[in-house]
Each structure stands twice: as C-alpha cells, then as structure tokens.
C-alpha cells in the first residue's frame, strides 16, 4: 500500500450522512497511516473531523478506519519527512508555508 501514490478516501457527510469518495495523497510510516491537506477548508477534511469513519482503498486493497487530528509537533515533522520524501511536488508548498494545512491519522480497524 505504501508504494501506491494516491488513495480513494470514502467519507461521511457532515449534515447529510451521505457517502462521499474522494481521491488523497497519503502516507504510511510502519502501520500507521496518515492523511494531509493544504487546506483545512476542503469538504473531506471537515467531514472526518465531524464523522472520523472513514474507508482508504488502493490497489485493490480496502481498510477501515477512524481519522484522528495529529496536534502533536514531533509526530507532524516526522509526516513532513515522509511527504517530501513521498511527495517532490509538496516541497515548494512547505518550503513557503512550512508545514500542511492538515495533518492526519488513520487509526486502522482490525
């Protein structure tokens, strides 16, 4: 999974409850799995905050999850590394604003 560069993220809506799918850059370190955006605003980050059941598929692959904010600083510069590892295209972003919008955990379920 960690190789694959996006994944299909189904999500809840906020008010409506209704199923919505979106297309997300992610990241894995170890098994932990980690969801970013450059803007808070987007519709998919405000419905996880609100609704944080969520389904990740890539390559044929399905996980169920809860997304969790990462608030803590050591644990979002480790993602930042892994981004711009990941990622070359986000390096001018955080070379200007310095870090995502949004940083992300997938809590995946068993």
Known sequence: ???????RLTHYGRKTG???QVTVWFLVDGAVVY??????RRQWVRNVL???DIELRTGGETFHGKVEPVTCSEET???IEL?????WLARPYLW???APDG???VRVLG
């Open 50 to 52: 609100s609704r944080p």
């Open 103 to 105: 940083v992300f955990r």
């Open 77 to 79: 510069a480790r993602v």
């Open 35 to 40: 969801l970013v955006t450059a803007d808070r």
């Open 83 to 87: 981004l711009t590892r990941k990622y």
């Open 1 to 7: 999974m960690a190789r694959r560069p996006r994944c």
């Open 96 to 98: 200007l604003k310095g």
């Open 18 to 20: 209704h199923l919505h």
